[in-house]
């Protein structure tokens, strides 16, 4: 049975060396980063962060592209006809060939759309047409054709409709770059504490097997001089052992959460192969004066996602102006400008529109009534408008579980600041117990039993109080990203392309 427990203890030594030389190779050359690093590395390399900011780009050239619709469009036609008259019979009873034409006609024009939703068509005709034995003639016009409708696409068309909503739209993509840079900072800060918290973790349990290793190493002396019993050695060992197989376990835990955090830093994985991130921040305890009101009007005011909710029923509302403009009957008014020149050639043509002796206009209104009551606008009107209620609604019940969140973040911090003194003073009393009960080891009053019972609370005592400060310092994070208040509370501003 000896030989066995020697067994075990020794493949458990080798676990322990196994577990930190892998670690030791995969992290040979130590990084150190602070927090505020940390941000900025995951600004410039996050792949979530990288993947929104290209959304508020996208959304900038659909505007762009919607501004199109008021670009002139331009037209030019150039066409050539020939006619000639079928052979006729004269009077004698022989073959006569008829009379031919050419004609050339060219035809240019400017056509496009006002904001105003006025449609204009500038344009022209230049004809001439010469046959045979007849001097050519030749027929200008030039004229201006207006459009402007009163009614359905007066104060709102599908064009402005279009530009409008891609302005919102841009808006929200760039709100949502705001809650992901945000999330992400958050996801950042709460990694960083944790790979805190693991590298800590490894170094109670280092120093607890350190302590448990003197113990036995004293057990052994004592056993060995007679002044104590063979079971309290056996007791140390066992403790040795634990305290072994639970710093492997830590050790993995750590080797974890620094991958964690170098995946929310890394947008190249193989370029962090071989560095270990050491975190140059202390978990300390910064005092906050917590009011729950107060949260609740930062949140209400700065969430990125509330803004964005309020921002959709405005597109929403932009939308339901057209689809109600649109119920309406189509009145234009409508008119038209010309002068025309005609002469034995193009330039006399052209001659007789640029003195402009020859003008002609039009002018008057036409309507276009549906007459079944226009069913698709209204029935479309009137659905928009339920949704555009629906968003309302969701927009309430999004403020309320945004102050639930703040609520819940402020009495978790509340809370976890409470603990953070409790651990504290646990820890100190541990460390004074084990202090005072090693004395009595050394002096034959007390045994191994009770020392390894003592190892044990005190290291349980300083791991609840590292957990305690890494989840304060996490609930600060997470009642900021509530509040929408992460970059302000960071130091950090945003800029868009």
């Given at each position: 049975m000896?030989?066995?427990?020697?067994r075990?203890?020794?493949?458990?030594?080798?676990?322990?060396?196994?577990?930190?030389?892998?670690?030791?190779?995969?992290?040979k050359?130590e990084?150190?980063?602070?927090?505020?690093?940390?941000?900025?590395?995951?600004?410039?390399?996050?792949?979530?962060?990288?993947?929104?900011?290209l959304n508020?780009?996208?959304?900038?050239?659909?505007?762009?592209?919607?501004?199109g619709?008021?670009?002139?469009i331009?037209?030019?036609?150039?066409?050539?006809a020939?006619?000639?008259a079928?052979?006729?019979?004269?009077?004698?009873?022989?073959?006569v060939?008829?009379p031919?034409?050419?004609?050339?006609?060219f035809?240019p024009?400017?056509t496009?759309?006002?904001p105003?939703?006025?449609?204009?068509?500038?344009?022209?005709?230049?004809?001439?047409v010469?046959?045979?034995?007849?001097?050519?003639?030749?027929?200008a016009?030039?004229?201006?054709q207006?459009?402007?409708?009163?009614?359905r696409?007066?104060?709102?068309d599908?064009?402005?409709e279009?530009i409008q909503?891609?302005?919102?739209l841009?808006?929200?993509?760039?709100?949502?770059?705001?809650l992901?840079?945000?999330?992400?900072?958050?996801?950042?800060e709460?990694?960083?504490?944790?790979?805190?918290?693991a590298?800590?973790?490894?170094?109670?349990?280092e120093q607890?097997t350190?302590?448990?290793q003197?113990?036995?190493?004293e057990?052994k002396?004592?056993?060995?001089?007679?002044?104590?019993?063979?079971?309290?050695?056996?007791e140390?060992?066992?403790?040795?052992?634990?305290s072994?197989?639970?710093?492997i376990?830590?050790?993995?835990?750590?080797?974890t959460?620094?991958?964690?955090?170098k995946?929310?830093?890394?947008?190249?994985l193989?370029?962090?192969?071989?560095?270990?991130?050491?975190p140059?921040?202390?978990?300390?305890?910064?005092?906050?004066?917590?009011?729950?009101?107060?949260?609740w009007?930062?949140?209400?005011?700065?969430r990125p996602?509330?803004?964005?909710?309020r921002?959709?029923?405005?597109?929403?509302g932009?939308?339901?102006?057209?689809?109600?403009?649109?119920i309406?009957?189509e009145?234009?008014?409508?008119?038209?400008y010309?002068?025309?020149?005609?002469g034995?050639?193009?330039?006399?043509?052209?001659?007789g529109?640029?003195?402009?002796n020859?003008?002609s206009?039009?002018?008057g209104?036409?309507?276009?009534?549906?007459?079944?009551?226009?069913?698709t606008?209204?029935?479309?009107?009137?659905?928009n408008?339920?949704?555009?209620?629906?968003?309302?609604?969701?927009?309430k019940?999004?403020?309320?579980?945004i102050?639930?969140?703040?609520a819940?973040?402020?009495?978790q911090?509340?809370?976890?600041?409470?603990?953070?003194?409790?651990?504290?003073?646990?820890?100190v009393?541990?460390?004074?117990a084990?202090e005072a009960?090693?004395?009595?080891?050394?002096?034959?009053?007390?045994?191994?039993?009770?020392v390894?019972?003592?190892?044990?609370d005190?290291?349980?005592?300083?791991?609840?109080?590292?957990?305690a400060?890494?989840q304060?310092?996490?609930?600060l994070a997470?009642?900021?990203l509530n509040e929408?208040t992460?970059?302000e509370?960071?130091?950090l501003s945003?800029?868009?392309?």
């Amino acid at each position: 049975m000896c030989s066995a427990r020697v067994r075990s203890r020794l493949f458990t030594l080798l676990l322990v060396w196994a577990a930190g030389a892998s670690y030791g190779q995969t992290n040979k050359v130590e990084r150190p980063l602070s927090l505020s690093q940390c941000f900025r590395i995951a600004l410039d390399h996050n792949f979530d962060v990288k993947i929104a900011r290209l959304n508020p780009e996208i959304q900038q050239h659909n505007l762009n592209a919607t501004y199109g619709a008021y670009e002139p469009i331009s037209a030019f036609a150039a066409t050539r006809a020939f006619s000639a008259a079928p052979v006729a019979l004269n009077t004698l009873g022989e073959p006569v060939t008829g009379p031919t034409s050419y004609g050339d006609s060219f035809t240019p024009g400017v056509t496009g759309l006002l904001p105003s939703g006025m449609s204009y068509n500038l344009g022209g005709n230049l004809a001439g047409v010469s046959e045979t034995g007849m001097p050519e003639n030749v027929n200008a016009v030039t004229s201006l054709q207006l459009t402007q409708p009163l009614l359905r696409n007066s104060w709102i068309d599908s064009p402005r409709e279009t530009i409008q909503v891609n302005k919102k739209l841009l808006k929200i993509s760039k709100l949502a770059v705001t809650l992901q840079i945000m999330t992400t900072l958050t996801s950042v800060e709460q990694a960083y504490y944790n790979l805190i918290v693991a590298q800590e973790q490894v170094k109670v349990y280092e120093q607890a097997t350190q302590l448990a290793q003197r113990l036995v190493n004293e057990s052994k002396l004592r056993v060995a001089a007679g002044s104590q019993a063979t079971m309290d050695e056996k007791e140390a060992e066992s403790q040795l052992a634990r305290s072994q197989a639970t710093l492997i376990g830590f050790q993995g835990f750590l080797l974890t959460q620094d991958y964690t955090l170098k995946n929310l830093l890394s947008d190249k994985l193989s370029e962090w192969d071989g560095v270990q991130i050491k975190p140059t921040e202390n978990l300390i305890v910064v005092t906050s004066n917590f009011d729950v009101h107060l949260s609740w009007g930062r949140g209400l005011s700065q969430r990125p996602d509330l803004l964005q909710a309020r921002e959709n029923i405005e597109r929403q509302g932009i939308v339901l102006k057209y689809l109600k403009n649109q119920i309406y009957p189509e009145l234009d008014l409508v008119g038209s400008y010309a002068f025309t020149g005609t002469g034995a050639g193009y330039n006399e043509a052209l001659d007789g529109i640029q003195k402009a002796n020859s003008p002609s206009w039009t002018f008057g209104a036409q309507l276009t009534l549906p007459l079944g009551g226009n069913r698709t606008a209204r029935e479309t009107y009137l659905s928009n408008k339920s949704q555009k209620e629906q968003l309302v609604v969701q927009l309430k019940q999004l403020e309320q579980n945004i102050m639930v969140q703040i609520a819940v973040s402020v009495e978790q911090a509340q809370t976890l600041f409470a603990q953070v003194d409790a651990t504290r003073q646990s820890r100190v009393f541990a460390e004074a117990a084990l202090e005072a009960e090693q004395k009595k080891l050394d002096h034959g009053r007390s045994t191994s039993f009770v020392v390894v019972q003592l190892q044990r609370d005190l290291t349980t005592a300083r791991l609840a109080e590292i957990a305690a400060v890494s989840q304060y310092n996490q609930a600060l994070a997470q009642l900021a990203l509530n509040e929408g208040t992460t970059l302000e509370r960071d130091n950090l501003s945003l800029e868009f392309k």
